[in-house]
């Protein structure tokens, strides 16, 4: 068609320029990195800038923490958010900050959701016969025409009180509600406490000190436009069990099948800082370690749980020995003298050694790093100046083990089970309770490690 001479001139398309921004991060032994990221950048980027820069081992459990420091408030930035966006709900004068660190309990749902959801919280919206299956319940949270019930008791605190009140929750995919007359679920019992489309889930690091909880399992609903602490609705549990089966179930409704992406697909980023070629470091699972009898011309595993126990104590043996020729003992005085100096201070290097830290910090960096079976520390001992102390989790509660030092033929060797089983040091300790359940409830699996940036 003639246009009559006419020129049309078309304006020209200016090619769409990310903004860059440059934001801070800290670890937890409070050093910190400035990294310069476009405004598109998602939490799951930063961590994996963050592994390639320092060279760490990416096992997928490296995560991006939002930090309220006057609230004395934490939450995980799931892998798919976008940081800018985060940052940009940050008020002027507010010190909050990111934190990079570990978190074992990220996804451990998706692998083992009977561990987060015990039976007594969990009711179901369907009929179902017989036994519930992990995969059934983790269908129900990430269907949308079906759903988990989670029910207990909480305490909240009081609006615009300093008072908390202990009252009956049930957690549905609408909303939290409680119920007006002790444990009733009739809908006129049931009044609506929070929703959590347009909310973020914290969790609370210091309530009794800092919002006068009645225990130290808080967390709370922060709206997206919250003006203040008056707008927070603090909430605290019993216990941890407890909490984390709340957060979580909060978490997968909240995100449903955008967390499983995340699990499946941890790669799925902007895509310029995907390293597939690192491969991820294995940890020690329960089920793919066996005690094994190699000494006869087929090998075979030990069935039997006292066999088991009498082969752990002869590979503790076994090792002692062998590291006496690892560290240089040939039997001069001092040769052997070397060797029991280097024993003494060879696990100092180690990350999972933290030296002189009180119970309660141990505690705190367990909980911080995913509670779940097996995460451990190994620290001085407060009490005792010649002994240390192995902590760990186990069933979502943290144990403490004093190890011993004991003397055999002029030596000094560290042992857990007074004396049963021997270790010329630390690092031959934990890597035979890694291999060994021995006396402890659970084999050590993750250790806790404060990273430096």
Sequence with gaps: MSMSGRRVTLPAITPLVLQKRVIKIYSEDETSRALEVPSDITARDVCQLLILKCHYVDDHCWTLFEHLTLLG???????????VEVLSDWGMEEENKLYFR????????????MYFFPEHMVSFSMETNGEISPALILQMFLSSSTYPEIHGFLHA????????KKIYFLLRRSGLYFSTKGTSKEPRHLQFFSEFGNSDIYVSLAGKKKHGAPANYGFCFKPNKARGPRDLKMLCAEEEQSRMCWVTAIRLLKYGMQLYQNYMHPYHGRGGCSSQSISPMRSISENSLVAMDFSGQKSRVIDNPTEALSVAVEEGLAWRKKACLRLGNHGSPKASSQSSA???????????FHHRISRDEAQRLIIQQGPVDGVFLVRDSQSNPRTFVLSMSHAQKIKHFQILPVEDDGQMFHTLDDGHTKFTDLIQLVEFYQLNKGVLPCKLKHYCAKIAL
Excluded: C, T
């Excluded at 605190?157 to 908390?164: A, L, M, P």
């Design 73 to 83: 408030l934490e939450r995980i930035i799931e892998d798919h958010e976008l940081v």
């Design 157 to 164: 605190k009081e609006q615009g009180k300093k008072s908390w």
């Design 102 to 113: 570990k978190n074992y309990a990220k996804y451990e749902f998706f692998k083992n959701p």
């Design 342 to 352: 280097i024993s003494m201070v060879i696990h100092r290097s180690q990350p999972w």
